[in-house]
């Protein structure tokens, strides 16, 4: 079965940390770029972070740009997400996603395998 399972979510308050993780089962990631996107409740998805095959380059949403890390370990099929400094807007579902490409991507489209993603919430 192909999938992409994230784990790592959850309640925490603000200025809280969080590190979500996206494990690939059936699915090869190591070749492809790959994505953390969000969407809050009556909200489009947007884009987080994006990161590179080898994990070398890494792209930030303005809005999350120095409180977010993306990371990735090829060896265990797993890119990771963390969560620094959380602030209520912060709160979404986050979901990760394989790139059709090797290179860093940050249009949605671009992504074809997409994880059901954790739940968020971040409480002022």
């Known amino acids: 079965q192909v999938q992409l399972v994230e784990s790592g979510g959850g309640l925490v308050q603000t200025g809280g940390s969080l590190r979500l993780a996206c494990a690939a089962s059936?699915?090869?990631?190591?070749?492809?770029?790959m994505g953390w996107f969000r969407q809050a409740p009556g909200k489009e998805r947007e884009f987080v972070a994006a990161?590179?095959?080898?994990?070398?380059?890494?792209y930030y949403a303005d809005s999350v740009k120095g409180r977010v890390t993306i990371s990735r370990d090829n060896a265990k099929n797993t890119v990771y997400l963390q969560l620094n400094d959380l602030r209520p807007e912060d709160t979404a579902v986050y979901s990760c996603?394989?790139?059709?490409?090797?290179?860093?991507?940050?249009?949605?489209?671009?992504?074809?395998?997409w994880g059901q993603g954790p739940q968020v919430t971040v409480s002022s």
């Open positions: 990161i590179n095959w080898a994990g070398g380059v890494t």
């Open positions: 059936g699915l090869t990631i190591s070749s492809y770029a």
């Open positions: 996603a394989r790139a059709r490409f090797s290179n860093a991507q940050t249009a949605a489209s671009r992504h074809d395998y």
